[in-house]
């Protein structure tokens, strides 16, 4: 019997969880100071009526013989691919069709899972800074190669350093990469990327024969006419990237679960069909998205629906504002926030990201990330959620500014 031992080279915890510890472990010490999270992007406002009312009414068919249903299909119920394709892609005038959605629990599970159609040997490329499930699942896969402490980077990963100087925005390398993930709106810096840096993109994959892993998760959040929402907007994408979506951030579905990744039909390689892959795995190890949830999530995609969660959005992008104006007063230098619902700062002082988010848990008991958990060059910087409590927001500012002596 062998392990895989691939989780023997992983360095310590998962970033929010090591969070989620170190929380806990000030409150223990610290009862009945209270807390707030600007933390991990949690969503803190409920589902919308439309949503609950849609699951209740799924629930009370789940209950009686002729509506109950067993096993749904792996990819998804037809209702909630078909809203998906008017709303998220006709509507742009993208010819993604139904057969090219696979719903599932959540773009960070299908982000996950991905790698299991892709040979071990493949390059990997990723941002640094980055959402630290892209780097860990490809270790896990033994993708990644070995880990260097002192540099905090892998091996046979390529990264791809995202800083103040390139606005954040990571440019194709010189070398190959045959797998490259990219997020945009990014989580973390919060910065989007033009329709022509997306554009150089999806060049550089065809000329390579790579693949793009997009992570649009936060394309809820864009606002400017200018910024894609999808990958499949750049003309050429749809041989070339994959895209994960989810109601996670956009409807509140974090607890929930519920998200969905696109696989065009026209996305082939070596003669096979990826399209066809992911439904081969999804079918061997996917049983579907409950009924209930399909039914909460297509109820995002009604007149009411759509009225709703914007409300909420609306309610988050006055959180960032109110958090980038906040850090701004507390002298700090800021990015992201805008078409996004991460903001990114500069430290205070040069202070490294590990300590700042020791401050300000300490002195003023607001929950943040710090940079350097997204990897080497988020050293320096840390990132607030705008996903928190809008009635605490303005209370979590207040307290950063007076721990920072403003
Ligand atoms: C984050 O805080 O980066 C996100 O909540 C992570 C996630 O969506 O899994």
């Known amino acids: 019997m062998k392990l895989n031992e691939n989780y023997a080279k992983m360095p310590g915890s998962y970033l929010f969880s090591e969070i989620a510890r170190r929380v806990a472990a000030f409150s223990s010490e610290h009862m009945g100071r209270e807390i707030i999270s600007l933390g991990i992007g949690d969503v803190t406002l409920p589902l919308v009526p439309a949503v609950t009312e849609a699951m209740a009414k799924a629930v009370a068919e789940m209950g009686v013989a002729a509506t109950f249903r067993g096993y749904g299909p792996e990819q998804g119920y037809a209702f909630l691919r078909d809203a998906i394709v008017e709303h998220d892609f006709a509507s742009l005038g993208i010819g993604i069709t139904a057969a090219d959605i696979f719903i599932s629990d959540g773009a960070k599970s299908d982000c ?8 071990a040997d493949n390059r990997v490329a990723v941002c640094d800074p980055v959402y630290p499930v892209y780097v860990d699942t490809n270790a896990m896969a033994g993708r990644a190669g070995e880990y260097d402490s002192e540099t905090g980077r892998w091996s046979n990963l390529i990264y791809l350093s995202c800083v103040k100087e390139n606005g954040f925005i990571p440019t194709p390398p ?6 490259i993930y990219l997020c945009f709106p990014n989580n973390p810096t919060g910065t989007t990327a033009t329709r022509e840096q997306l554009a150089e993109w999806v060049d550089y994959a065809l000329y390579h024969d790579s693949i793009l892993l997009f992570d649009a998760a936060y394309e809820a959040f864009i606002t400017d006419p200018n910024i894609p929402h999808s990958i499949y907007e750049i003309p050429g994408s749809e041989h070339c990237a994959i895209e994960f979506r989810s109601f996670s951030k956009t409807a509140g579905f974090t607890g929930t679960r519920c998200g969905y990744t696109v696989i065009p039909a026209a996305l082939e390689r070596h003669g096979q069909s990826l399209r066809a892959m992911w439904n081969r795995r999804q079918c061997t190890k996917f049983n579907g998205t409950a009924y209930v949830v399909q039914r909460g999530a297509e ?33 700090l230098t800021v ?3 805008r078409n996004a619902p991460y903001i990114w700062a500069e ?22 990330t710090p940079g350097a958990g997204f990897g080497p060059c988020g050293e320096g910087y840390f990132r607030l959620s705008a996903f928190g409590d809008p009635q605490k927001v303005p209370q979590a500012m207040t307290r950063i500014r007076i721990a920072l002596g403003r």
Do not use: H
């Open 347 to 368: 430290t205070p002082n040069g202070m490294s990201s590990w300590d700042t988010f020791d401050l300000l848990l300490r002195e003023a008991g607001v929950v943040t």
């Open 112 to 119: 996950g899972n991905i790698v299991d159609l892709f040979d």
């Open 335 to 337: 990015f992201g926030g």
């Open 299 to 331: 109820a995002v995609y009604t007149p009411e629906g759509q009225a709703q969660i914007r409300a909420n959005i609306e309610i988050y992008r006055n959180n960032a504002a109110l958090i980038r104006q906040g850090l701004e007063d507390a002298g």
């Open 174 to 179: 010189k070398e190959k990469a045959d797998l």
